[in-house]
């Protein structure tokens, strides 16, 4: 994992500010979702990209019924 050398403070509502210039480098715009993991002690924010809830995958995902699926498992499933 490479670091930033960027500190933030956590604010009363426990809050962070990610800078622009990382949001820029990441491609996170306003409204944007983003996706909490953890990792032992270290928490990871990602990008949060719909994925097909069989396969996984977020490639060509629509909604179907408000769930999403990919085009490869829209076509086993229409067999």
């Known amino acids: 994992m490479k670091s930033t050398g960027i500190v933030r403070k956590v604010d009363e509502l426990g809050r962070i500010v990610l800078p622009i210039e990382l949001r820029r480098t990441l491609g996170i715009d306003i409204k944007d979702s983003l996706e909490i993991s953890v990792d032992g002690p270290q928490i990871i ?3 949060y990209e719909p994925a097909c809830i069989f396969c996984g995958s977020a490639k060509d995902v629509q ?3 408000e769930k ?7 076509t086993e499933i229409s067999k």
């Open 45 to 47: 924010l990602s990008k």
């Open 63 to 65: 909604t179907f019924k």
């Open 68 to 74: 999403k699926v990919c085009s490869k498992c829209r």
